[in-house]
């Protein structure tokens, strides 16, 4: 096939224009479809790729490659570094091969090997622009094995960089700790780097998650943005660098990888390190541009979960640890008679877990607590209609457990000692084929003899210290490795009851990732009910997820983690906005609370089709103290927002609010759903077009609801209102 010199990935609105240059291919253009370039157009772009020859500065113009290194005059981040023994640090990178071609989906690939003679090494940079304009980023890195000189080839780190222009004046991404994860933080994209690292041994409570650089100012609805996620569920970097001199004719790199430690990846010949995927998009339309992009991209997938999302009941705040097989019956008559889909049995069943000190490692039903087994439970759960889920924390394990007595050299720890317990656990290695098979044997047993729909996998520590001790006797680090076992163990699980569905759950939503989801069908969120947290965590895990693949349960009144207490309708239309669920005890719900549980679950199964394939809009409120969201369906015939209020503010009015996502030419009716109760209001009487619709459709124009807004109640502080549109016909 002819190549020519400059390849063009066009799809989804976005164009990738990449110049087959000696020695190493550059980055012409990422953003903005360029349309089909014409051969003029192709000679523009590169003939303007060429910047000024500073002062004081490589005497050639500098260019950034699509593997920048000090080869090419580039003083930043290099995307890869590397050493034999102390020597060949200067990576010479050359162009090889180059494969360009369309994808089934309408995208387009393009895949470029390079040879780096001095470390004898060939790499292999993929760049895959899928229709929903996502640019899928990997690499592999061999050491040959006609290598000249002896030993291994020490990997110090891969980094994925693509260019940003200046107008990229401001950075977002994200931080945060259990219960209020992903916090976003915004700061002026500065000279230098900002650099997130993640030495975790998962994407953690305060996940970098998704770093976006963009216009400054730019907001969920207007804006220019570039953003990248690295699809890793061990030790991570991100980064954005601007160096004064640029970035070629760029300004600045934007880009990521995985976090090596030193000696972590050390190549012998014909040894491969494959760098996880960096996930690159790039809109005009904002934050929900981008999300929208991330979004249409997961559900392309052929393993994106494509039935109705069962309504869940999750045991963990209705009982903890005391397990009891009349009171989990108990919950699960009341669960399936308000309409609950899959009952999940938490943390507890298992021998010696009488609390959060033991237990761990053992993955047997304690037969003191279960003394039929599971069965009873299991057989009644199934008998109601229900699916069964069960809780497993498969890398992790107690000292107070047998398993421990019997295998502690199966511990991830330095030779020195174990450092301290976090929840009273160590972390099980891996990579360790014993260990891996025998957690592999007791899932696969258990889900077998349970028929287990569902798998709640918890990870609740951080990995500190993770080595493990080599057939020598030397401590080696163990992230990268535990991280591929991991994603091996699923796949094993997956090959072999391609029915069960897989929860990622850290401690609440410490291993959020496209790496983890992968080989998993929905995250945890996190451990937070609270609806005035909860608000903002879906809000923005949503800027990667789609609703359907974010767990979003109601919890009690009184959340067990925040002490706030709430009204049932605020945490109700709350939780509706996810893959739905409950964590709370039924058998202590009132009459009228299960009424209105029972109204709730009907509103979900009503709505789940439009909220678990529509597309999720968010408004620029300009008042933190709101928050409008919806789902518009994809022909936009219809929609469902949510319009809360977490705290009050000065302003007595919203004024006008935009619906975003409608027709604005399209003619609708709207009514306010009160199915699951009234928000209660700080006004005399509300704006006129809501007293009208409440619960009776009112007519209104797609411009007047999405171009003009319309006035929102001033609801009390932690309330929400559910606006259902319809198209009219
Ligand atoms: C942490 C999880 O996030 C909770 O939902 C629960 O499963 C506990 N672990 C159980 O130990």
Same mark, same amino acid.
């Given at each position: 096939?002819?190549?020519?010199?400059?390849?063009?990935?066009?799809?989804?609105?976005? &164009?990738?224009?990449?110049?087959?240059?000696?020695?190493?291919?550059?980055?012409?253009?990422?953003?903005?479809?360029?349309?089909?370039?014409?051969?003029?157009?192709?000679?523009?772009?590169?003939?303007?790729? +060429?910047?000024?020859?500073?002062?004081?500065?490589?005497?050639?113009?500098?260019?950034?490659?699509?593997?920048?290194?000090?080869?090419?005059?580039?003083?930043?981040?290099?995307?890869? +570094?590397?050493?034999?023994?102390?020597?060949? *640090?200067? $990576?010479?990178?050359?162009?090889?091969? *180059?494969?360009?071609?369309?994808?089934?989906?309408?995208?387009?690939?393009?895949?470029?090997?390079?040879? %780096?003679?001095?470390?004898?090494?060939?790499?292999?940079?993929?760049?895959?622009?899928?229709?929903?304009?996502?640019?899928?980023?990997?690499?592999?890195?061999?050491?040959?094995?006609?290598?000249?000189?002896?030993?291994?080839?020490?990997?110090?780190?891969?980094?994925?960089?693509?260019?940003?222009?200046?107008?990229?004046?401001?950075?977002?991404?994200?931080?945060?700790?259990?219960?209020?994860?992903?916090?976003?933080?915004?700061?002026?994209?500065?000279?230098?780097?900002?650099?997130?690292?993640?030495?975790?041994?998962?994407?953690?409570?305060? &996940?970098?998650?998704?770093?976006?650089?963009?216009?400054?100012?730019?907001?969920?609805?207007?804006?220019?943005?570039?953003?990248?996620?690295?699809?890793?569920?061990?030790?991570?970097?991100?980064?954005?660098?601007?160096?004064?001199?640029?970035?070629?004719?760029?300004?600045?790199?934007?880009?990521?990888?995985?976090?090596?430690?030193?000696?972590?990846?050390?190549?012998?010949?014909?040894? =491969?390190?494959? =760098? $996880?995927?960096?996930?690159?998009?790039?809109?005009?339309?904002?934050?929900?541009?981008?999300?929208?992009?991330?979004?249409?991209?997961?559900?392309?997938?052929?393993?994106?979960?494509?039935?109705?999302?069962?309504?869940?009941?999750?045991?963990?705040?209705?009982?903890?640890?005391?397990? %009891?097989?009349?009171?989990?019956?108990?919950?699960?008559?009341?669960?399936?008679?308000?309409?609950?889909?899959?009952?999940?049995?938490?943390?507890?069943?298992?021998?010696?877990?009488?609390?959060? *000190?033991?237990?761990?490692?053992?993955?047997?039903?304690?037969?003191?607590?279960?003394?039929?087994?599971?069965?009873?439970?299991?057989?009644?759960?199934?008998?109601?209609?229900?699916?069964?889920?069960?809780?497993?924390?498969?890398?992790?394990?107690?000292?107070?457990?047998?398993?421990?007595?019997?295998?502690?050299?199966?511990?991830?720890?330095?030779?020195?000692?174990?450092?301290?317990?976090?929840?009273?656990?160590?972390?099980?290695?891996?990579?360790?084929?014993?260990?891996? &098979?025998?957690?592999? +044997?007791?899932?696969?047993?258990?889900?077998?003899?349970?028929?287990?729909?569902?798998?709640?996998?918890?990870?609740?520590?951080?990995?500190?210290?993770?080595?493990?001790?080599?057939?020598?006797?030397? %401590?080696?680090?163990?992230?990268?490795?535990?991280?591929?076992?991991?994603?091996?163990?699923?796949? #094993?699980?997956?090959?072999?009851?391609?029915?069960?569905?897989?929860?990622?759950?850290?401690?609440?939503?410490?291993?959020?990732?496209?790496?983890?989801?992968?080989?998993?069908?929905?995250?945890?969120?996190?451990?937070?009910?609270?609806?005035?947290?909860?608000?903002?965590?879906?809000?923005?895990?949503?800027?990667?997820?789609?609703?359907?693949?974010?767990?979003?349960?109601?919890? #009690?009144?009184?959340?067990?983690?925040?002490?706030?207490?709430?009204?049932?309708?605020?945490?109700?239309? =709350?939780?509706?906005?996810?893959?739905?669920?409950?964590?709370?005890?039924?058998?202590?719900? &009132?009459?009228?609370?299960?009424?209105?549980?029972?109204?709730?679950?009907?509103?979900?199964?009503?709505?789940?089709?439009?909220?678990?394939?529509?597309?999720?809009?968010?408004?620029?409120?300009?008042?933190?103290?709101?928050?409008?969201?919806?789902?518009?369906?994809?022909?936009?015939?219809?929609?469902?927002?949510?319009?809360?209020?977490?705290?009050?503010? $000065?302003?007595?009015?919203?004024?006008?609010?935009?619906?975003?996502?409608?027709?604005?030419?399209?003619?609708?009716?709207?009514?306010?759903?009160?199915?699951?109760?009234?928000?209660?209001?700080?006004?005399?009487?509300?704006?006129?077009?809501?007293?009208?619709?409440?619960?009776?459709?009112?007519?209104?124009?797609?411009?007047?609801?999405?171009? *003009?807004?319309?006035?929102?109640?001033?609801?009390? $502080?932690?309330?929400?209102?559910?606006?259902?549109?319809? #198209?009219?016909?």
């Amino acid at each position: 096939m002819h190549v020519p010199k400059i390849v063009q990935l066009r799809a989804g609105g976005t &164009s990738v224009v990449v110049e087959l240059a000696e020695p190493v291919p550059r980055v012409l253009h990422w953003g903005t479809d360029l349309g089909e370039l014409s051969d003029d157009a192709r000679a523009a772009l590169k003939l303007t790729a +060429e910047p000024a020859v500073l002062n004081n500065s490589p005497d050639v113009p500098r260019h950034l490659s699509i593997w920048p290194t000090e080869a090419e005059g580039w003083s930043g981040t290099p995307a890869h +570094e590397g050493h034999l023994d102390g020597t060949a *640090t200067a $990576p010479r990178p050359c162009l090889t091969d *180059t494969r360009h071609r369309p994808l089934p989906d309408g995208g387009a690939e393009l895949v470029m090997t390079l040879a %780096d003679d001095v470390s004898d090494v060939d790499i292999v940079v993929g760049y895959r622009l899928g229709a929903s304009g996502v640019l899928a980023v990997d690499a592999a890195v061999t050491r040959r094995t006609t290598a000249r000189s002896e030993g291994r080839y020490q990997l110090g780190g891969v980094s994925t960089l693509l260019p940003l222009p200046r107008r990229a004046g401001e950075i977002l991404d994200f931080t945060g700790k259990w219960c209020r994860e992903r916090a976003p933080q915004r700061r002026p994209l500065a000279f230098g780097g900002h650099v997130r690292e993640v030495r975790r041994g998962k994407p953690g409570h305060d &996940s970098p998650y998704l770093m976006v650089a963009g216009v400054p100012g730019f907001g969920f609805r207007y804006g220019e943005v570039w953003g990248v996620h690295v699809a890793w569920s061990g030790n991570q970097r991100y980064l954005v660098e601007q160096l004064p001199e640029g970035a070629g004719v760029h300004a600045a790199v934007l880009g990521g990888g995985e976090l090596l430690k030193p000696g972590e990846i050390a190549l012998g010949p014909g040894e =491969t390190y494959r =760098t $996880p995927i960096c996930h690159f998009a790039w809109s005009d339309a904002g934050l929900d541009g981008l999300a929208d992009r991330f979004h249409d991209m997961l559900r392309a997938r052929p393993e994106h979960p494509a039935g109705p999302r069962p309504l869940t009941l999750n045991t963990w705040e209705a009982v903890y640890f005391d397990h %009891d097989l009349d009171r989990l019956t108990a919950l699960a008559d009341r669960a399936a008679e308000i309409g609950v889909e899959r009952l999940v049995l938490d943390d507890g069943w298992f021998r010696g877990r009488r609390d959060d *000190t033991a237990g761990l490692g053992d993955w047997f039903v304690d037969e003191n607590v279960w003394p039929q087994g599971l069965t009873p439970l299991v057989d009644h759960v199934h008998g109601l209609g229900m699916q069964f889920g069960l809780w497993f924390e498969p890398e992790m394990i107690n000292l107070e457990s047998r398993l421990a007595r019997e295998h502690p050299d199966w511990i991830l720890g330095s030779s020195a000692g174990l450092g301290p317990s976090a929840r009273h656990q160590y972390v099980l290695n891996l990579a360790n084929e014993q260990a891996w &098979s025998y957690i592999l +044997e007791r899932v696969d047993a258990l889900v077998g003899r349970y028929a287990v729909d569902y798998l709640k996998w918890d990870h609740n520590r951080d990995l500190h210290e993770a080595v493990f001790r080599d057939a020598t006797g030397a %401590d080696r680090p163990a992230v990268h490795a535990q991280t591929v076992a991991l994603y091996r163990l699923l796949d #094993a699980l997956k090959e072999r009851h391609p029915a069960l569905e897989i929860e990622s759950c850290a401690g609440g939503g410490g291993r959020v990732d496209l790496g983890i989801l992968a080989r998993t069908d929905r995250v945890w969120a996190s451990d937070c009910n609270d609806p005035v947290e909860r608000q903002t965590i879906q809000r923005w895990t949503g800027q990667l997820l789609p609703p359907e693949l974010v767990g979003a349960h109601v919890g #009690a009144a009184e959340a067990h983690t925040t002490r706030r207490v709430t009204t049932d309708s605020f945490r109700l239309i =709350t939780a509706l906005f996810g893959h739905a669920g409950i964590e709370a005890d039924l058998t202590r719900c &009132s009459p009228e609370e299960l009424e209105r549980l029972a109204s709730w679950a009907a509103l979900y199964r009503e709505f789940r089709p439009l909220l678990h394939h529509g597309r999720v809009v968010r408004a620029d409120t300009g008042d933190d103290a709101t928050i409008l969201h919806g789902v518009v369906a994809r022909d936009r015939t219809s929609a469902l927002y949510c319009w809360s209020r977490l705290a009050t503010s $000065p302003e007595a009015q919203s004024g006008r609010v935009r619906l975003p996502g409608l027709d604005a030419a399209g003619d609708y009716r709207v009514r306010i759903r009160t199915d699951v109760g009234h928000p209660s209001a700080h006004q005399a009487a509300p704006p006129a077009w809501v007293a009208q619709a409440m619960d009776e459709w009112t007519a209104l124009p797609g411009a007047v609801l999405s171009r *003009t807004g319309v006035p929102m109640p001033t609801l009390n $502080p932690e309330q929400a209102m559910l606006i259902e549109v319809r #198209a009219s016909v």
